[in-house]
């Protein structure tokens, strides 16, 4: 399709385990975000990719919060040691731009038991 | 009033009513902002988006009205649709940074 599509759509894991969560932006979207929503609240910025390079990581919680992309077009997040307060919707949003409207995908539910 | 943990603000009207959703911002050097929608299950939708150096910007039914004076921004929505149901966000930006801050969201609910 034409949006950003993320998988899994659902992830459920145990305390300790780490996990990967994709994203496929929009083709040619330079800029590629990373937020956190926890229920009932506003997304919450984690990083931000311009192509290939990670410009900023300042909303990543901690280090065992960890997103790249190699080829400056999908990209992953990992989440290493996994705790009960990691569990939230992972989004991820792209734009042509960075200053231009972000289009998100429909996020990953994660659920850390 | 505000809104703590799932207790988002909630703005109920009937289907063919105009809706205003308002939003208070918290950074005087923003200078961009976008309205977003966002459906149970689904990511948030973007609706329409404002720079600072505008007052007001129209798209189809909606309308952005932006107060610089008083860093208010509101949403109006003409004749509401049951479609029109989410959760709706206002979000802010400064132009250069990356980051998007968004506020805490209200619920609209359109009754047929």
């Known amino acids: 399709g034409a949006g950003v599509s993320q998988s899994p759509r659902y992830k459920v894991a145990k305390r300790g385990q780490d996990v990967a969560l994709r994203c496929d932006p929009i083709?040619?979207?330079?800029?590629l975000f990373w937020y956190q929503q926890a229920l009932g609240q506003g997304p919450e910025f984690l990083t931000y990719?311009?192509?290939?390079?990670?410009?900023?990581k300042s909303g990543l919680p901690s280090d065992r919060f960890f997103a790249e992309r190699p080829e400056g077009s999908v990209s992953t997040l990992k989440i290493q040691r996994t705790q009960q307060e990691d569990s939230a919707v992972y989004l991820c949003?792209?734009?042509?731009?960075?200053?231009?409207?972000?289009?998100f995908g429909d996020g990953t539910r994660l659920s850390i038991l | 009033g505000e809104s703590v943990g799932l207790h988002l603000p909630t703005l109920s009207v009937q289907e063919g009513d105009n809706s205003i959703i308002n939003c208070a911002y918290s950074?005087?050097?923003?200078?961009?902002f976008i309205w977003y929608k966002q459906e149970s299950g689904k990511g948030p939708q973007f609706i329409i988006d404002?720079?600072?150096?505008?007052d007001k910007r129209q798209g189809q039914r909606v309308t952005v009205l932006l107060n610089k004076t008083v860093k208010h921004l509101s949403l109006q929505i003409a004749a509401t649709q049951p479609g029109d149901s989410a959760v709706y966000f206002c979000?802010?930006?400064?132009?250069?940074?990356?980051?998007?801050?968004f506020g805490k969201g209200t619920m609209l609910l359109v009754s047929p």
């Open positions: 990719f311009q192509n290939e390079a990670q410009l900023d």
């Open positions: 950074n005087s050097a923003s200078d961009y």
């Open positions: 083709s040619g979207h330079v800029s």
């Open positions: 404002i720079r600072s150096n505008m």
């Open positions: 949003a792209s734009s042509f731009l960075q200053d231009q409207p972000q289009h």
């Open positions: 979000a802010e930006n400064i132009s250069g940074y990356s980051t998007l801050t």
